[in-house]
C-alpha cells in the first residue's frame, strides 16, 4: 500500500513543520504564505526545482591556491548555497545524498571531480530513476577513486567498491542471520566491476585543479562469466549497478533513508513499505516518492513533530534562514564551514563511508557548547549580523505555543534570539 | 522543589531529582571515583595485524604478500618468530621493560566483514549484533555515574552508549566550559526548565550534564603540567587530554580515543607506516607523561581494531576486509610479552587468519581485574582472557 495522503490544507504549525523538514527552516512570511494550501502541492512545488544557483557566491574553488585551500572554498561554497540559494530543498537532498553516496575529501581533493560528484547529486537529488541515479555516481571519478575501484582490475580485485554497494548504497546488508547478499556477491561484483577507472586530475599540488573524467579500459576488464545476486553472465559494471539498483530490497533501503532523512530517526516501517512500493512501482522514481513521501499523513504526524535533531550544518543553515537570510562575511561562512567539522560534520567528509547516522549522535558536551558558540556568533557578537524582523515563535519553535516564550519575556532582541537558537526546540526539526 | 539554579551549582543529585534521570544517576559517588583508569584505543577502518605483530619467520606471509610483507631485516624482533613494525619503534622500550602485551588472534564468532557491523559488535561486545548499548555504556550504568567514561573527540562511538543517554564526549580540554553572555544566566536557566518530552527533553538533559561535566573538568585541569613532549597529531593531542584528565582526578574510570584510517585497500605500506608511527609516538608521550606525573600503576591502554585485513596481498598493494587481529595492552599494569598463539597461515578461513581467542575475554580481564567490575554482568556471560593484566 502506497502512503495515505495529508488529510487537510496545512495549518501554520503544518506549513512550519514542512519548511522546517524540507528548507531548513525559513521565515514567518514564508511560513504563512503555505498556510491553506493543499499539501500535495506544497510538496510539488518544493520539488519542483531547476538547475539555478545563488547569485554572487563569494567562493571559487577553482582559486585555491592549494588542494586543502580548494577544499575548504568548496565547503563553504556549499554552505552558502545551502543557505542563500533558491532551492533550499534541492540543496538538502543533495546533502541527504552525499551521506548516502559517500565520498572523502580525505581521498577525493581533485576540485573537478568534487564539482562533477556535487553537480550529479543536485541533478538527481529528486529524478526519475535512481538507477541511473547509482550508475552515474559510481562512475564519477570522486567515487572511482574513494572506493578504490580505480585499483579493480581483472585478475586482481579490489572488493572495496562492490562491498559499498551493495552494503550502503542499494541492498543494505539484511538481518542478522538473514543477509542480502553474500561474500560470494560481493566478489563476483567485484570482477564484473574491473576495468572502469578515470584519466588526469590529480590530488597533489599542480594536478588538483586539473580536469578527471571517468574511463574504461576492456584490457583490464575480465569479461568471463560470473553470477551476482542470483544472475549470471559475462556481467560487466552496467549489469552489477541495473542488478543491486533494482533489487527488491533497494526499494525498502532507499526508503528507509528517505523517511530517516525527511520523518523520523526510527521510521515506521510500514510506511517504510509504503514508499518502497512506489519505488517499484515507479521503478525508482525519486521524485515521485518524495512528492508521496513529503504529503503524506505519516510526515505530519503529531508524533513525528520536533522530533529529528538539526545536524550541525542544517542548525546553522536553519539559524540564517530563519533570520531572514541576513548576509554573513566571507570569512564567517569560511569560519562556520570549519566550525561544522567541530561539531561532527565536515561537508564531502564524513568518518566513514557509512556517512553520519545523525539523530543523538550529533549531541554531546563538545558539540552543545559549540552550538552554543555559533549561536552567540550569530546573534551576540560583535560579527552578528544586524537582526532584521525578529522572528516569531512559528519561525523559531515551529509552533505559537511552545514552552518557551514566558523564559524569554524581557530580553532585548539579540538576547532573546541567542536564547532561543540555544534552546532544545530550535535544535529540532 | 529545589532552587532551579541548582544545576548551575552541578550538584549529582539536584541533576538526577530535577530532571527525572533514572535511578542510578542518583546512586552514583560510591563506585565512581576507584582510582583505576582504563583507556581504550580504538583503531578504526581495520588495522592489519599481520603487518602489525609481524611472523617474520614464517615463509607463507611472504608468500603471500610479495609487495607489501614487512621485510624481516626491518623487523624490530620480539621473539624467535614474531616483531614489531618498524614504526613502531617507540614501544620498544616499554616491551623491554615488560609493560606491552600483544595479543594474536583475537576475534569473534560468525566474523563480519562490513566495517559498520563489526565495529557495532566490538562496541556492543554482542555479536548477535542484538544489543543497541554500549560495552562502556553498561559499565557507567553499572558504577552510576554517567562521567565515570568519557570518549576524547567530536563524536560519541557506540561503546559509550548507555540506554538513556550517551556518556561525555570531550573534544578539547581546554575549551571544554560554558560561558554564558553576561545578564542570561537566570533567563537560560528559566528556559531549559520548561517541561519536555521526547527528543526535546532528551536536549535538555544533554544540556544540563554538559553544565556539569564541564565545571567538574574545569574545576580540576588546571592543576595538570605536561610531564612529556607530545608529537604533532590530532591523536596525540587527545592522548594529553586524556592524561590531563587523568592527573586532574576527575573521576574517569575509562577513557576512550580513536585513530582513523586504517583501511588499507591501496598502497597499504605508506598509509599504514605512518598510522602506525603516529600511534607509538603518540603512546610513548602518553606513557612518559602518565609515568613523570607518578600515576604509571594507575594507568593501562589497550587498543583493537574491528577486524584485521585478508593474509594474501590484493592487486593494489594493500588488503581487503579480514576476521582476526591482533590486539595490544600497555602499562605497568599489564603482562608483557605474546598472549596466545599466532595464527596459522596455512589454515585459514576464505582467505582469513582463524580467531582463536574471543575480544570479550580481553574486554573481561580489563573490566574484571584492572578495574574490578563484574565483568560477567557487563558482558552477559563469562569469557576467558589470554592473562594480559598483571
Known amino acids: ?345 565536515i561537508l564531502l567528509q564524513p568518518d566513514t563511508v557509512k556517512g553520519w547516522d545523525g539523530g543523538r549522535e550529533w549531541i554531546n558536551d563538545s558539540t552543545l557548547l559549540t552550538r552554543m558558540q555559533v549561536a552567540a556568533a550569530l546573534t551576540l557578537g560583535g560579527t552578528a549580523p544586524p537582526p532584521g524582523a525578529v522572528p516569531g515563535d512559528l519561525a523559531l519553535f515551529g509552533s505559537e505555543n511552545g514552552p518557551v516564550q514566558a523564559a524569554l519575556n524581557g530580553l532585548n532582541p539579540r538576547q532573546r534570539l541567542y536564547l532561543a537558537l540555544v534552546s532544545p526546540e530550535f535544535q529540532l526539526a | 522543589m529545589p532552587d532551579r539554579r541548582d544545576f548551575l551549582k552541578l550538584s549529582a543529585l539536584a541533576v538526577a531529582a530535577t530532571t527525572g534521570m533514572p535511578g542510578f544517576l542518583a546512586r552514583a559517588a560510591a563506585q565512581a571515583t576507584g582510582d583505576r583508569t582504563l583507556v581504550v584505543v580504538q583503531l578504526t577502518g581495520g588495522n592489519d595485524g599481520l603487518n602489525t605483530l609481524v611472523p617474520y619467520s614464517n615463509g607463507a606471509y611472504y608468500a603471500a604478500r610479495p609487495s607489501i610483507a614487512i621485510p624481516k631485516r626491518d623487523v624490530l624482533t620480539l621473539t624467535p618468530d614474531l616483531g614489531m613494525h618498524p614504526a613502531l619503534k617507540p614501544l620498544m622500550g616499554l616491551w623491554d621493560a615488560g609493560q606491552l602485551a600483544w595479543m594474536e588472534n583475537v576475534g569473534y564468532p560468525n566474523p563480519n566483514r562490513s566495517h559498520f557491523a563489526s565495529m557495532a559488535i566490538w562496541h556492543t561486545a554482542d555479536p548477535s549484533q542484538a544489543g543497541a548499548d554500549g560495552w562502556i555504556g553498561r559499565v557507567a550504568e553499572k558504577i552510576g555515574d554517567p562521567f565515570c567514561a568519557s570518549n576524547i573527540g567530536g563524536t560519541t562511538p557506540l561503546a559509550l552508549r548507555a540506554d538513556t543517554f550517551s556518556l561525555p564526549s570531550i573534544e578539547r580540554v581546554d575549551t571544554f566550559g560554558v560561558k554564558l553572555p553576561q545578564g542570561l544566566d537566570g533567563a537560560f536557566d528559566a528556559m531549559l526548565n520548561a517541561p519536555r518530552v521526547g527528543e526535546a527533553d532528551y536536549l535538555l538533559r544533554a544540556t544540563r550534564q554538559m553544565m556539569k561535566n564541564t565545571a567538574r573538568v574545569q574545576q580540576n585541569v588546571k592543576k595538570y603540567r605536561s610531564g612529556a613532549a607530545y608529537p604533532e597529531s590530532r591523536f596525540a593531542a587527545q592522548l594529553q587530554d586524556a592524561a590531563r584528565l587523568i592527573a586532574a582526578g576527575v573521576g574517569q574510570r575509562i577513557i576512550y580515543v580513536s585513530l582513523g584510517g586504517f583501511d588499507t585497500h591501496a598502497g597499504q605500506r605508506a598509509e599504514q607506516d605512518d598510522l602506525l608511527a603516529t600511534l607509538a609516538a603518540g603512546l610513548a608521550a602518553f606513557h612518559a607523561d602518565i609515568q613523570k606525573q607518578g600515576l604509571a600503576d594507575r594507568v593501562v591502554v589497550m587498543g583493537f581494531s574491528e577486524f584485521g585485513r585478508r593474509v594474501a596481498e590484493n592487486a593494489s598493494a594493500g588488503t581487503d576486509h579480514g576476521k582476526g587481529s591482533v590486539m595490544f595492552a600497555l602499562g605497568a599494569g599489564v603482562r608483557g610479552g605474546v598472549h596466545g598463539s599466532s595464527p596459522d597461515l596455512e589454515d585459514l578461513s576464505e582467505g582469513d587468519i582463524k580467531y582463536r581467542q574471543d575480544f570479550r575475554g580481553v574486554y573481561a580481564e580489563g573490566l574484571q581485574k584492572w578495574l574490578s567490575l563484574d565483568a560477567r554482568s557487563i558482558l552477559g556471560g563469562e569469557f576467558t582472557g589470554p592473562g594480559w593484566v598483571a
Do not use: C
Open chain 1, 1 to 345: 500500500m502506497s502512503l495515505t495522503p495529508h488529510p487537510h490544507n496545512l495549518s501554520p504549525a503544518d506549513a512550519a513543520h514542512f519548511l522546517r523538514r524540507t528548507a531548513y527552516g525559513a521565515t514567518d512570511a514564508q511560513i504563512r504564505a503555505l498556510v491553506g494550501q493543499p499539501a500535495r502541492t506544497v510538496a510539488r512545488n518544493a520539488l519542483n526545482f531547476d538547475a539555478r544557483t545563488a547569485p554572487d557566491n563569494p567562493f571559487d574553488p577553482a582559486v585555491g591556491a592549494t588542494p586543502g585551500a580548494m577544499l575548504q572554498l568548496t565547503r563553504a561554497a556549499w554552505l552558502f548555497e545551502l543557505m542563500y540559494g533558491p532551492h533550499p530543498l534541492r540543496e538538502r537532498l543533495a546533502l541527504t545524498w552525499s551521506n548516502h553516496f559517500v565520498i572523502g575529501t580525505d581521498k577525493v581533493k581533485n576540485h573537478p571531480a568534487l564539482a562533477a560528484y556535487l553537480g550529479l547529486l543536485r541533478r538527481h537529488a529528486a529524478g526519475s530513476s535512481f538507477e541511473r541515479f547509482t550508475l552515474e555516481v559510481s562512475q564519477t571519478p570522486a567515487m572511482l577513486r574513494y572506493l578504490d575501484n580505480d585499483r579493480n582490475k581483472k585478475g586482481r580485485p579490489n572488493e572495496n567498491f562492490s562491498r559499498e554497494l551493495m552494503e550502503l548504497f542499494t541492498l543494505g546488508i539484511g538481518e542478522p542471520g538473514k543477509p542480502n547478499y553474500t561474500e560470494q556477491d560481493v566478489r563476483e561484483g567485484a570482477r564484473a566491476l574491473t576495468g572502469w577507472s578515470f584519466e588526469g586530475g590529480g590530488n597533489v599540488k599542480n594536478t588538483y585543479l586539473k580536469p578527471v573524467s571517468a574511463s574504461f579500459n576492456p584490457r583490464q576488464h575480465d569479461d568471463g562469466q560470473k553470477t551476482y545476486l542470483g544472475q549470471t553472465g559475462r556481467l560487466d559494471f552496467g549489469d552489477v549497478i541495473r542488478i543491486a539498483a533494482t533489487h527488491p530490497q533497494t526499494a525498502v533501503f532507499v526508503s528507509r533513508k528517505l523517511h530517516r532523512a525527511f520523518v523520523a530517526d526510527t521510521p515506521d516501517e510500514a510506511a517504510v513499505q509504503g514508499s518502497a512500493e512506489t519505488f517499484r512501482r515507479t521503478g525508482g522514481n525519486l521524485g515521485a516518492v518524495l512528492e508521496e513521501l513529503l504529503s503524506s499523513a505519516a510526515f505530519y504526524a503529531p508524533q513525528h513533530r520536533a522530533s529529528i535533531i538539526r545536524g550541525p550544518v542544517e542548525y546553522m543553515v536553519a539559524a540564517v534562514r530563519t533570520l531572514g537570510q541576513p548576509r554573513l562575511e566571507a570569512r564567517q561562512l569560511l569560519n562556520l564551514s570549519q566550525t561544522a567539522g567541530r561539531m561532527g560534520q
